[in-house]
């Protein structure tokens, strides 16, 4: 097991920026891909965001390129989106997901972020 605790969002004004972090604490030696997901208000489904591997690889979303960056502190246990040009539309409750081998998957409980003027 895995448990997941997030922080970093709130209220922003558009242009602005937001790190969001996810401390990880548990078996964590299971883990081999960390991803930030979000979910919009009244939305079905949470997006992917931006993804990283246990080996190093990332990848983001269309929306995220060039404005958000994921990485990691080890030593922390930690796994950070530094979200920068914020926008109106990256309005939206951001989940963290560790998936662990076997397929497991765990999320955190979201933190709200909210870009508006």
């Known amino acids: 097991q895995v448990q997941l605790v997030e922080s970093g969002g709130g209220l922003v004004q558009p242009g602005g920026s937001l790190t969001l972090s996810c401390a990880a604490s548990?078996?964590?030696?299971?883990?081999?891909?960390m991803g930030w997901y979000r979910q919009v208000p009244a939305g079905i489904e949470r997006e992917l965001v931006a993804?990283?591997?246990?080996?190093?690889?990332?990848n983001y979303a269309d929306s995220a390129k060039g404005r958000f960056t994921i990485y990691r502190d080890s030593a922390k246990n930690t796994v950070y989106l530094q979200m920068n040009s914020l926008k109106p539309e990256d309005t939206a409750v951001y989940y963290c997901?560790?998936?662990?081998?076997?397929?497991?998957?765990?999320w955190g409980q979201g933190t709200q972020v909210t870009v508006s003027s």
């Open positions: 997901r560790f998936t662990l081998y076997g397929g497991v998957i765990q």
């Open positions: 548990g078996r964590l030696f299971q883990v081999y891909h």
């Open positions: 993804e990283e591997t246990i080996g190093g690889s990332t």
